[in-house]
């Protein structure tokens, strides 16, 4: 079992930059891949980012070149960096852990957070 909370939500204008971080607890966080998600309103969950547990990253394109996904398993935190945000970016933003199964398929997540309010202003 691992229980994921998410922080480093909040508002911001276009532009700027934000961190989530995600802190895991339960057993064995390191043997995780990790992922970041979010979801706008009225839209579906979509990934955005993933890490293996060696540190593989992969990243969906619309994000590709402004967010980095890190990880530190000592801390047994996943982290998000983003940077020259903009107002489509703006959702709540999940982090989930797999065991197994592709890094951008939902159903391949066991594990997630309850998300955080990421607002991007024009």
């Known amino acids: 079992q691992v229980q994921l909370v998410e922080s480093g939500g909040g508002l911001v204008q276009a532009g700027d930059s934000l961190k989530l971080s995600c802190a895991a607890s339960g057993r064995a966080f390191s043997r995780y891949a990790m992922g970041w998600f979010r979801q706008a309103p009225g839209k579906d969950r979509e990934v955005v980012a993933a890490?293996?547990?060696?540190?593989?990253?992969v990243y969906a394109d619309s994000v590709k070149g402004r967010f980095t996904i890190s990880r530190d398993n000592d801390k047994n935190t996943v982290y998000l960096q983003m940077n020259s945000l903009k107002p489509e970016d703006t959702a709540v933003y999940y982090c989930?852990?797999?065991?197994?199964?592709?890094?951008?398929?939902?159903?391949?997540?066991?594990?997630w957070g309850q998300g955080t309010q990421v607002t991007v202003s024009s």
């Open positions: 989930a852990a797999r065991s197994t199964g592709s890094w951008n398929y939902i159903s391949s997540y066991d594990y």
């Open positions: 890490i293996t547990p060696s540190g593989i990253t």
